[in-house]
Structure formats: C-alpha cells, structure tokens
C-alpha cells in the first residue's frame, strides 16, 4: 500500500541554522500540506501546497518557513533560522483532491538546542 | 467543520468492555469529520470518515462514529476494546476555505488495561 514517506525522523539542530524536513508524498496525490505538534499540544497546519505554488499558509508560516517541490517526487519544508519554540513533531501529508481525505507521513521530530 | 472539541483528554477502559470517545463539532455548513489514530511513536492514522453521506460511518479495527447534526457530535465508539487499542485519537475537521485544511481537535488518550 502506497504510503507518505519522511526524511529523517529525528534531526537535531542549534539555534539559528537552517533544516530541511524532507517528504516524498504519494505518487498520485496532487495537493500537499505540513502541519505540526508541538509536544502536548493539538496538531496545528501550517500550509498547502498545489499546483507548485502554496495555496494556504496559517500565521505560524511567517517568513523563516518556504516548502518548495524540487522534483517530481519530494516535498521540502525549510526553517532558514530555527528558534527553541520551533521544536515539534513535524508531519507531511498529501491527497488525491482537496476534498479527499489526507494521509500523513510518520512525522520528524525537530529539536532546537 | 470550524472547530472541533473533543471532551476528555484521557479515557480509560478495561479489555473487551466498551469505548467512547467524544467529540463536537462547530461548523456553519455541512462538515466533513473524520477520526486519526496516533500509536507512539508512529504517524497519523486514519480510521474513519464522515462526507455527508450515511450518518453511522464504519472504520477500521471496528471503530464507527455517528454523525449526529441536532447534537453537533460525532462521537468514537468500539463494543469492545482491545490492548492495541490504546493510543491517541484525534477527531478532525475539514475546514473549507477554498483550499481544505483539516482542524484537529486536542486529542484523547485512549488506555485499555488487561
């Protein structure tokens, strides 16, 4: 069964440098998303990407955050200089349609010393 | 949906008696609900969904949840819960502005003791 892929699960990182959390989407989906958790917090979107372009971005998705499809296969989310309250479990998701029910990815854990 | 509730944080159950989880809903138009499953350690899971079609909706491992509109609820059962069962379950919903965005409730631990 075709599934949401994530790369790495745990990347660990210091203040201030830049991480790119990688995800290969299903192959037939269309519309992409990243969301995250924050430990013991509810799962928050951060934005939808479509047609190479982002669709719709919540106001966590300031100016240090960009997702870029490089390929035809992966779906990026960069932090170009993380900060401590950037640590959480980030999840990548993908659907066929925006109507269609969207399956998630495992999910990498970003620590931000 | 606009938001969803979901009305205890922690849920504990004995094996093979029912489960009950609760959720409500808040939506101005007719909402799409769904339910995610999250096993330590391990992605988001989806178990079931609600699209405006039948009211009662089955899932996986024998979950369902029925849609009730005059209670805005979308409740979580099982007749009869197993270890693997425990987890944490998140009712979801999808919110439409143009491009959909799911709204995830806060989650509800589900503990299943022997």
């Known amino acids: 069964e075709p599934e949401v892929t994530q790369t790495p699960s745990h990347q660990v990182t210091q203040m201030g440098q830049e991480v790119i959390l990688r995800c290969v989407p299903i192959?037939?989906?269309?519309?992409f998303y990243w969301y995250r958790q924050i430990l013991g917090q509810k799962v928050e979107f951060l934005v939808s990407?479509?047609?190479?372009?982002?669709?719709?971005k919540s106001e966590i998705f300031d100016d240090q955050f960009s997702v870029e499809r490089p390929d035809g296969s992966n779906f990026t989310l960069k932090i170009r200089s993380t900060k401590l309250e950037d640590s959480a479990m980030y999840f990548c998701?993908?659907?066929?349609?925006?109507?269609?029910?969207?399956?998630f990815g495992p999910g990498t854990r970003l620590t931000v010393l | 949906a606009q938001s969803v509730t979901q009305l205890d944080s922690h849920v504990s159950v004995s094996e093979g008696t029912p489960v009950l989880l609760r959720c409500n809903y808040s939506?101005?138009?007719?909402?799409?609900l769904f339910w995610y499953v999250q096993h330590p350690n391990k992605g988001l899971q989806l178990l079931l969904k609600?699209?405006?079609?039948?009211?009662l909706v089955k899932g996986i491992n024998g979950f369902e949840a029925e849609f009730k509109k005059s209670e805005t609820s979308f409740h979580l059962t099982k007749p009869s819960a197993h270890m693997s069962d425990a987890a944490e379950y998140f009712c979801?919903?999808?919110?439409?502005?143009?491009?959909?965005?799911?709204?995830f409730g806060t989650g509800t631990r589900l503990l299943v003791s022997p």
């Open positions: 998701a993908s659907s066929v349609t925006s109507a269609n029910e969207q399956f």
């Open positions: 192959s037939n989906h269309l519309y």
């Open positions: 990407f479509y047609n190479n372009e982002i669709s719709e």
């Open positions: 939506s101005s138009y007719s909402p799409s």
């Open positions: 609600y699209t405006s079609a039948a009211t």
């Open positions: 979801v919903g999808l919110m439409n502005t143009g491009f959909q965005k799911l709204v």
